[in-house]
């Protein structure tokens, strides 16, 4: 996939009122968006996915709602306030700010695009006797690439662990990065730039506070672990489940949803013993990955990527990465935060938050294992898995959203082959009947070949044609999305064909 087919699904999502840019009339709001009618279909569906994969298929996992707002000092106490940072340049000639490690990154990238196009263009010289592993072991500029890329990378690497941005301006000026905008290397020094939102709480006369809006929903969970824990009388291990809206003010804020200033998280954080969080690790990474397979894009869009470096907080800590059309990135992150951020919350707020094991005889502050997943990014890792153009037969052409049934904002498509002839009513009937079980959509507009287009583009894996056939015996066309065939079926066969595949049960129990 490409950058192109990237661009074809931002405005599919525009089209077909998926997302929308916010603020749109008034210009636009950088890295903020607005869902659109079935762009909230789709994510409430993905949301429920999650929720009930934790909260029902988990005995020990319940949920919470917590506020936005919350005590200035539970970020000074995660480490927020003082590291929650990115690394900023500006160029003194545009006047623009970047982040210092995502211009090395690109920089980066771009030597490994190079060595990429260096082993295609070998590879149509040579065709089927080509060696590729051989070429990019002996090939003299391949090699040469990779060394001046292993070299700064090394050096880059080194300068983040060290929080030094002296070095990191030095790899800037090194490696004649330049303003894609200026074209010149007029760079300021590096700074650190806090990524949290604030305002204020109270009126000024008061003498307002300081609040943040969360960059992440965990802290929430974190500070109501003894209210859960002591009402819901949970016994360790169990876990705590939150989706909600974060907020972060990302200087680098592009590639559409993936990163924005303002999103959604799904959270889960897992209370175990000290010692057991390994496993615990290890147990949720699969039943994660599990929960992506299951959707059924293909197991091949998927892997762990281990991180080499971990925050001090942490003693494992792996992404799970999705092939976007822009590679493989992180959609969702599983850590062991050890006992972290509940120790820290104890010295901070100066209460006891420890739990008493009575097959230990003893008390502790659990340790925590979190599944952190963005439903953004899991909005637009489904959507760039389900886009799909299509030629066909007699030359046309179709744009088909493959959604999993079970997460598509429509299920099914009643149209009535005319406007008139009482085929309308005994659509509108059909509808009425279905209505409590999935979403509905009528279309009376445009030839059936045009309103099945529609249906194709917003992922509607079912629709059924109304005809004069079916006043006389109740019967009614439906067609199939993904392989267009069409077959005739009773109506009161409907909801059976439809209810057990658009099932979210279903889709659960293949987890
Ligand atoms: N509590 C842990 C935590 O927040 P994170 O890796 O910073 O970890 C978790 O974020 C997930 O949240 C990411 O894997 C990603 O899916 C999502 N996410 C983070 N920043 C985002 C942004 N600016 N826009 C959209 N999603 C974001």
Request: overall charge negative; glycine content about 6%.
């Amino acid at each position: 996939m490409s950058e192109d087919v990237f661009k074809k699904i931002v405005s599919h999502c525009k089209e077909y009122g998926f997302v929308f840019q916010s603020s749109e009339i008034y210009d636009g709001l950088s890295a903020v968006y607005d869902y659109g009618q079935m762009g909230v279909e789709l994510k409430n569906n993905i949301k429920k996915y999650w929720w009930d994969s934790m909260v029902l298929l988990h005995e020990n996992v319940v949920g919470i709602d917590s506020a936005i707002f919350m005590h200035p000092t539970i970020w000074k106490a995660s480490g927020h306030v003082d590291a929650f940072n990115d690394p900023l340049i500006d160029n003194k000639d545009s006047k623009k700010r970047y982040r210092a490690d995502v211009l090395v990154e690109d920089y980066l990238a771009k030597i490994d695009e190079k060595i990429d196009k260096e082993v295609e263009k070998a590879a149509k010289r040579f065709g089927d006797s080509f060696d590729e592993a051989m070429f990019r072991q002996t090939n003299p500029r391949v090699l040469e690439n990779k060394k001046k890329r292993d070299e700064v990378h090394e050096r880059f690497a080194k300068a983040l662990n060290d929080n030094n941005l002296e070095e990191l301006r030095q790899i800037i000026v090194d490696c004649e990065i330049v303003d894609p905008i200026s074209g010149t290397r007029n760079w300021t020094d590096v700074r650190q730039f806090n990524l949290m939102f604030s305002t204020e709480m109270g009126s000024t006369a008061d003498g307002a506070m300081k609040v943040y809006l969360r960059p992440e929903t965990a802290q929430g969970i974190f500070v109501n672990f003894l209210n859960v824990q002591k009402t819901g009388r949970m016994k360790i291990p169990f876990g705590i489940a939150q989706i909600g809206k974060a907020f972060r003010n990302e200087i680098v804020a592009r590639q559409f949803v993936f990163r924005m200033r303002e999103f959604e998280q799904m959270e889960m954080q897992f209370f175990v013993r000290p010692g057991e969080e390994l496993d615990w690790f290890e147990k949720w990474k699969e039943t994660r990955m599990r929960w992506h397979k299951a959707l059924g894009f293909g197991d091949h869009k998927y892997r762990f990527h281990d991180h080499d470096k971990l925050a001090h907080y942490a003693n494992a800590a792996t992404d799970v990465e999705f092939e976007m059309p822009f590679g493989f990135k992180e959609v969702e992150g599983i850590h062991s935060r050890t006992d972290f951020d509940l120790s820290s919350h104890e010295k901070f707020s100066g209460k006891k938050i420890q739990y008493f094991d009575p097959e230990l005889n003893k008390s502790y502050v659990p340790y925590v294992v979190e599944t952190s997943i963005g439903v953004d990014r899991m909005f637009l890792s489904i959507m760039s898995a389900a886009y799909c153009e299509e030629e066909l037969d007699g030359g046309e052409s179709r744009v088909v959203l493959k959604l999993p049934a079970a997460l598509a904002p429509i299920k099914l498509g009643v149209l009535p082959l005319v406007k008139k002839d009482g085929l309308p009513e005994k659509a509108r009937e059909i509808i009425d009947q279905l209505k409590f079980d999935f979403k509905c959509q009528y279309d009376e507009k445009d030839s059936i070949g045009k309103r099945y287009r529609r249906q194709d583009a917003i992922g509607t894996p079912y629709c059924v044609t109304v005809d004069h056939q079916t006043l006389e015996d109740n019967t009614v066309t439906i067609r199939y999305r993904d392989t267009m065939e069409q077959e005739r079926v009773a109506i009161d066969k409907l909801s059976d064909i439809i209810s057990d595949k658009v099932s979210m049960k279903n889709l659960l129990k293949t987890i």
